[in-house]
Each structure stands twice: as C-alpha cells, then as structure tokens.
C-alpha cells in the first residue's frame, strides 16, 4: 500500500505508550497507507525502548539530548517524504477511522492549513481539542475567570466540537495536528524556540496567517490519555509560564501580558487567601507559586 501519511511521534522515556498507540494506527488509518517515524529525545531508563526499535517498518531516530518537542518533530518531519504528515503524542490512543477521516478531509479540500482531532481523556470525557480564539488577552481573561466568558460566547463548543460538523478554529492541539507537506515546507514547521507547549498554537498562526483554516473534525475521535492531577509539578510549570512569555514577543503582542499578569497576580492573591483559610494548603501552594512566577523577571 502506497504510503500516505508519515505519522511522527516524540519520545521521551514513553516507549512504551507509543508502542499501544502505534497498535491502533492500523484500523485508524483505514484505506490509507501509513509509516511511524519516532524521534527519541535521549530517553533515560526506557524500559521498552529495545522492543519499539524492533517494530518492523519503524523508521527510528535517536537524538543526542533532549531538545524539546518542536525541535524532535521538526527532525522526523526532514526525515519523512509522505504528502500528509501527523504529529501525534505518544500517550494517544486512536479510535477506529480516525486519521482516516482527517486525511480524507485535508486531502478534499481546498483552503485547509491543517486538521485537528476530537480528543478524549482517560475516561472518555471530552477533552481540550482546540482554542476559538488566538492567545491573547481575551483567551487569558477567560482562563483566569474559569472558562466562564468562552462557554457565554461558544457554549460547550469553546474547546471540544460537539457540533457533528468541521469547525474553524484558531489553533488545534498538537497531541493530534495534521498537514500536508507542501504546507509545512512554506510556512515552516514548528518554532525550535519553543521547548514545549505553545508551539502548536504557534504554528497554526502561520498557517491562518497564510489564509488557510485551521479545522477541528468531530467524526475523528482520539483519546489522549493527559495526566490531570491537580497536585504542582513545578517544571511543566516553568516551561508553560517560558513559553507563554515567547509566544508573546514572537508574535508582537508583548503589551498583553503585563495586562494580564496584573488580572492575575490579583486573582491568585485572592485565591491564596481563600484557600488560606479555608485550610487547602496545597492548592494555596499552587497559587503562590504561580504568582511567582508571573512576578519573576527570568525563570530558570
């Protein structure tokens, strides 16, 4: 079967998720050839690494360190020559026809920058697929007051499509981000700037920039099996709190965030507050270090 789709994934001591996900690709990809590439950023202690190097047809490439998301896909993606190309996260499990419907549709219509999938958590809950807005101060507004003013503006389709219909939205997830290749090789691949997170929603700025949608697809249905403890993992932190602050100057909207980190070094400093006495220790720990954060000059 001719090859179709040249699906990346990054890993990073998760061979043995991408060995489950690697399992669903075939009734995933349905009528369409398929070949997996995996860009192993240095992983340390993979227990399954040896068993996902033998996978047979896998085209494996090992990095010397670990240079973030963005850098190890963009590697795969020169290693790869197929005219659709999915970068997908390790820890996804694709549900039956699910690429197969994001080919179909990149491949059938005209004007679409790039597709992204329905995503599902652990438990088959809807999950975050995808943001209506750009990031700025509108979408951080609403982040730091619950998500209240995006579920008044699109109800439940602010971040998950229930409409059983193609939405255009302003960014996809990158757990699940589909393009074609002549595409990517004019709006360039990802930002290697960006060590993680904010690199997807970066790059499908470019892609809207150049007058192409960006388009969420109901019918393909992905779990994406994210942690969602509530309890601080201050690295994921930094890096989110590094990124958000490179989105900003890489896009020219630097004078949003010193609007926003105002709003919410106030809400944090009520919330502190509250969860002080109210005796939530932790959470009261997740505000404050939060808060730091958004006061700190450098994060290292």
């Not at 699109?154 to 229930?162: D, L, P, T």
């Not at 939205?169 to 004019?186: F, N, P, Q, T, W």
């Not at 360039?188 to 150049?210: A, H, P, S, V």
Request: proline share 2%; glycine share 8%.
């Amino acid at each position: 079967m001719e090859t179709t789709v040249d699906i990346i994934y990054v890993n990073y001591n998760t061979s043995d998720q991408i060995l489950d996900s690697v399992g669903t690709l075939v009734a995933a990809c349905g009528k369409y050839g398929f070949r997996v590439t995996v860009v192993d950023n240095c992983s340390e202690n993979d227990e399954c690494l040896d068993q996902l190097k033998e996978v047979e047809g896998l085209n494996y490439i090992q990095l010397d360190r670990n240079y973030g998301f963005g850098y190890a896909n963009n590697r795969g993606f020169e290693q790869t020559s197929a005219p659709v190309v999915l970068f997908l996260n390790p820890d996804t499990i694709c549900r039956k026809g699910s690429i197969e419907s994001m080919i179909s549709f990149l491949l059938n219509h005209e004007g679409v920058g790039c597709v992204g999938a329905s995503l599902f958590d652990a438990e088959g809950k809807p999950a975050h697929s995808f943001r209506r807005l750009d990031y700025g101060i509108r979408i951080e507004l609403s982040n730091a007051l619950s998500h209240i003013p995006a579920k008044i503006a699109y109800g439940r389709n602010a971040e998950h499509n229930f409409t059983g219909k193609e939405l255009d939205v302003a960014y996809v997830c990158g757990a699940a981000l589909m393009s074609k290749r002549d595409i990517l090789d004019e709006t360039g691949t990802f930002d290697e700037r960006f060590f993680m997170y904010f690199e997807d929603n970066e790059l499908c700025r470019r892609i809207r920039m150049k007058d192409l949608r960006v388009v969420s697809l109901p019918n393909s249905e992905i779990v994406h099996l994210e942690g969602k403890s509530i309890s601080l993992k201050e690295t994921r932190e930094k890096l989110q709190e590094q990124s958000r602050r490179l989105f900003y100057e890489i896009t020219g909207k630097s004078w949003h965030r010193p609007i926003i980190d105002t709003v919410n070094v106030v809400l944090l400093t009520v919330g502190e507050i509250l969860c002080g006495l109210a005796g939530k220790s932790e959470k009261k720990r997740i505000y404050s270090f939060r808060k730091k954060l958004l006061l700190s000059k450098e994060i290292n």
